[in-house]
């Protein structure tokens, strides 16, 4: 299992333990979280490229993971995905820029091409 499906492992692992802790409060993030990636004005891709500037931003290795892996799924290209990602950099600089490691890593752990 490479890196970054392993924090996506982590990421199934967290929620599940926190459905059990507080079911109350993941359904309602589960429910924001639903209505908010939904495609409405914005398309699935669109809503993960921008949440992989997000994910940079945040500087968030699990948050990259996911929304990188979201990005591909949704039929984005490996350069619409480092195009987005460097948005965050834009707005953040040298900080966000390292986190740009991560997303190549990722891009080329999920198989983008």
């Given at each position: 299992m490479?890196?970054?499906t392993?924090k996506?492992?982590e990421?199934?692992e967290?929620v599940g333990?926190?459905q059990k802790?507080?079911?109350e ?8 979280m ?7 004005a ?10 992989v ?6 500087q ?5 993971s996911?929304?990188v ?5 949704a039929?984005?290209?490996?350069e619409?995905?480092?195009?987005a990602?460097?948005?965050?950099v ?9 986190y ?11 198989g983008?091409k």
């Amino acid at each position: 299992m490479g890196e970054y499906t392993k924090k996506l492992e982590e990421i199934k692992e967290l929620v599940g333990r926190l459905q059990k802790e507080s079911p109350e409060q993941m359904e309602a993030f589960h429910k924001f979280m639903f209505a908010i990636e939904k495609p409405t004005a914005l398309d699935t891709k669109v809503k993960e490229l921008i949440n992989v500037g997000l994910a940079v931003a945040a500087q968030c290795e699990w948050c990259i993971s996911l929304h990188v892996k979201g990005a591909l799924d949704a039929g984005a290209k490996r350069e619409e995905v480092i195009d987005a990602a460097m948005q965050a950099v834009l707005m953040h600089g040298g900080p966000a820029l390292m986190y740009m490691i991560q997303v190549e890593k990722a891009l080329d752990e999920f198989g983008a091409k």
